[in-house]
């Protein structure tokens, strides 16, 4: 165990693998009595391991950006459900998709929503239209009191002021 605990992360990460898939494979042998390919074995624990570091990478690039913005979700008040939603915009096809997701004070979720728009103006109408997507689902249900959350400052001034009114995509919050 000391060996292994001073080799480098990657190569910790390795053999603990292969140790793992080693006596997975064990217990197939005894079980059922089949045996695999070594060099399976060892490309199965090599994948993993890539994946994994893949996956370790893009949770530090995201836990970097929410530190850099100062930024963490936060669970809503008890009487209160939170509505969080985003959009995303290819300006080649001028179309798009947009997604929402409701959470209780639990931080659990009661509701999403997910669709495609075609012929979107901008990035700013795909999320007005994420936004009111979610608010129009929390209205269906019967959710009176619903904080709405977007990384879209345009659409919190659009929903909270007239400025957007007379603009292209005014007729969605007018």
Known sequence: ??????????????????????????????????????ELIARYAKTYIHEHMLEAEREQIRASRLVRRGERWQKPPVEFLKLNCD??????????????????????????????????????????I???????????????KLIVETDAKMVVQALSSNAFDDSAVGVLVA
């Open 130 to 144: 994420a936004c009111l997507q979610g608010i129009q689902t929390a209205i269906e249900l019967g959710i009176g």
């Open 1 to 38: 165990m000391l060996r292994i605990l001073e080799l480098e992360e990657e190569q910790k990460l390795l053999v603990i693998t292969a140790l793992w898939f080693i006596w997975q494979e064990r217990n197939i042998i005894r079980e059922e009595g089949r045996r695999r390919p070594v």
């Open 87 to 128: 959009a995303c915009f290819k300006s080649c096809s001028s179309s798009g998709s947009w997604g929402f997701l409701i959470r209780d004070s639990d931080g659990d979720v009661v509701i999403t929503g997910r669709g495609k728009v075609d012929h979107l103006l901008n990035a700013f109408q795909g999320e007005l």
